[in-house]
């Protein structure tokens, strides 16, 4: 039952860990297996911050992040206030939910301006930006007077210092993430690896049916299950079905994969075994004699 595995499995985070992520869901590019290789990540948190910056915006933080992970008294903030957000993160903007953080802790934002910000950047509204450049700076007050926000220089944060967060903010937002989506992407990477580690046969059998319209695909994950020391065992009419299935220690190559080999020729096939199994060639051409 995939609801009730463990999600801090030792076996499957070192799978991960070692780059043996061929066919798990968003990991199973070179350059993912390189970063899982690089960082070792330890459980789901490390994941979730894993695929969120192996995207254009956030990628060029991977090697300040593996190295502040790995050098934690290295670590340096541009500002203290922003400790308390990106600490988790080893320094480094990964979310966009911290963007919003530092909005909020940096200059006064309210959550809600916050996210109209974030959704700007997002969508590379350079006027929005512009205007909003100003009030991180250097705050806004309603006709009345009143406070709307405070500035991250009325906070006690240098302006060049300022300038530079609101830059390197804005850059990222362009293409980040937000932790709820990465996190509901890892889960699912994560149980896509966890059957892999402890289903291995079964996995690799459903996932080779599930790429039979490709054929590279289906050498590849061949490929991927003879480093695992399984064979697949060529197609038989007596053993294969439509699929790839497990056989004993091994995966039966499933006869739908065959070129020009339709559906239905192949379930009379199963039928006709289910009576009984086919001898000879000659049996095998009598019985099915007159269908395709």
């Known amino acids: 039952d995939?609801?009730?595995?463990f999600l801090d499995d030792k076996e499957t985070?070192?799978?991960m860990a070692d780059g043996f992520t061929e066919g798990?869901?968003?990991f199973e590019s070179e350059g993912m297996k390189n970063v899982l290789r690089s960082f070792g990540p330890e459980n789901l948190e490390d994941l979730t911050a894993i695929l969120s910056l192996y995207r254009p915006g956030p990628r060029k933080s991977i090697p300040t992040y593996i190295y502040n992970r790995h050098n934690p008294d290295k670590i340096t903030y541009k500002t203290q206030l922003l400790k308390p957000i990106l600490d988790i993160t080893y320094g480094c903007i990964v979310y966009q939910e911290q963007v919003m953080?530092?909005?909020r802790s940096l200059a006064g934002y309210s959550l809600g301006r916050a996210d109209i910000v974030r959704r700007a950047m997002s969508k590379k509204k350079h006027e929005v930006m512009k205007k909003e450049r100003e009030t991180f700076l250097y705050g806004e007050k309603a006709e009345d007077g009143t406070v709307l926000c405070e500035g991250a220089l009325a906070r006690g944060v240098e302006k060049s210092v300022a300038e530079e967060i609101y830059d390197d903010v804005a850059l990222f937002s362009s293409?980040?993430?937000?932790?709820s989506?990465?996190?509901a992407y890892t889960v699912v990477a994560y149980e896509t690896a966890y059957l892999k580690c402890h289903y291995t046969r079964e996995y690799?059998?459903?996932l080779l049916s599930s790429v039979l319209a490709f054929g590279g695909k289906v050498t590849r994950y061949s490929a991927e299950c003879a480093r695992l020391g399984i064979k697949i065992l060529p197609p038989d009419v007596n053993e294969s079905d439509l699929n790839f299935t497990v056989s004993g220690n091994n995966i039966r190559f499933g006869m739908l994969a065959i070129k020009n080999l339709g559906a239905g020729f192949i379930k009379r096939i199963i039928?006709?075994?289910s009576e009984r199994k086919f001898e000879t060639m000659y049996d095998f051409c009598v019985r099915m004699q007159g269908r395709d």
């Open 2 to 5: 995939i609801t009730k595995i």
């Open 271 to 273: 039928e006709l075994r």
């Open 175 to 179: 293409y980040a993430f937000n932790k």
């Open 181 to 183: 989506h990465a996190a």
């Open 24 to 26: 798990v869901f968003q």
């Open 204 to 206: 690799m059998a459903a």
């Open 101 to 103: 953080q530092i909005f």
């Open 13 to 15: 985070i070192k799978m």
